[in-house]
């Protein structure tokens, strides 16, 4: 049994290892591919070595990770072992693959700044964004933006903002207004897409009814929609009165058919509709009619009625 568990959790993190190894890939490719041949920055300790791979021609790989040491060293002294092994790993890919994938300066798509940004920010992100969603990193300002945050309580993205403005103003000295420009659209798209993948592009709806007759929409949203139901406790502030709420998670596209329902049983019910960018576990999945294991919620809850 200890065996397989361990197996298992060899597998998990090899699996964990390849996507941030992917992911790093894919970043690095991007920023070979599309913004080195058109003199674009990224932030961070790479934008740094990007400046001084134009002026002087250095390898940015390296250069990227000689720029992580102090920051990794500063990382193991005021936040740990484990916080930093993963980063070190992460860094010492992507910088590789910084090297390796420099060939590609070679075969720029377009020409097109705009295009070259759009296209730039999206891969990139994707790759970042893969990394990210493997709780892995790439170093650079992430090192120093949470050692911030620890000592400091200071927002993380406030911290990131504020280094690669000071980034692209050396950029805007030495390469013009409209390098730096195109580089902030890239880093806002960039962003976008990176929020998207590590939050999931599955957009769900969270649902909240309020209503006397929550047993029977609770019941109808089972039968009709098939998903599991919870009921949450609460009181009125102002009554005092006990009741229950009914809590679902739903995909977008169900909404209108949940609102349907909520609307036939009680046309008076309280319904708040949330975004919830990502549901993982038991109980969004469809339900098995057949299965008596699917909801043990609802299991419950009919024992508690028939009691």
Request: hydrophobic fraction near 50%; glycine fraction near 10%; charged fraction near 15%.
């Amino acid at each position: 049994m200890m065996h397989h568990v361990h197996m298992r959790v060899l597998g998990h993190r090899a699996m964990r290892y390849m996507g941030i190894a992917l992911g790093c890939l894919i970043a690095s490719s991007a920023i070979n591919i599309f913004l080195i041949p058109a003199h674009l920055l990224t932030g961070g300790a790479t934008g740094i070595a990007m400046i001084v791979y134009y002026l002087f021609g250095l390898p940015i790989g390296i250069q990227t990770f000689l720029y992580n040491i102090p920051l990794l060293f500063m990382a193991w002294k005021l936040m740990g072992r484990s916080y930093t092994v993963d980063i070190i790993i992460g860094t010492a890919i992507f910088s590789a693959f910084l090297d390796l994938t420099r060939p590609l300066n070679a075969y720029a798509p377009v020409s097109d700044m705009m295009l070259t940004t759009v296209y730039g920010g999206v891969f990139a992100g994707l790759g970042y964004g893969l990394v990210f969603r493997m709780n892995g990193s790439t170093g650079g300002f992430d090192i120093l933006a949470a050692i911030v945050r620890k000592y400091y309580d200071l927002h993380m993205g406030g911290v990131l903002f504020a280094m690669n403005c000071l980034i692209m103003l050396i950029a805007a000295f030495l390469f013009g207004m409209a390098p730096a420009m195109f580089t902030l659209i890239y880093m806002f798209i960039n962003a976008t897409v990176v929020d998207k993948i590590v939050a999931g592009f599955n957009h769900r709806k969270a649902v909240l009814i309020v209503s006397d007759k929550y047993r029977e929409i609770a019941e109808n949203i089972i039968d009709e929609m098939h998903r599991g139901v919870t009921f949450l406790h609460g009181q009125g502030a102002y009554t005092r009165r006990e009741r229950n709420v009914v809590f679902v998670a739903v995909g977008t596209t169900q909404v209108g058919k949940l609102k349907f329902i909520v609307h036939n049983v009680d046309p008076h019910a309280f319904v708040i509709i949330m975004s919830a960018n990502e549901v993982m576990g038991r109980g969004f999945g469809r339900i098995n009619q057949n299965d008596a294991s699917a909801s043990d919620e609802d299991d419950d809850e009919r024992e508690h009625e028939r009691k």
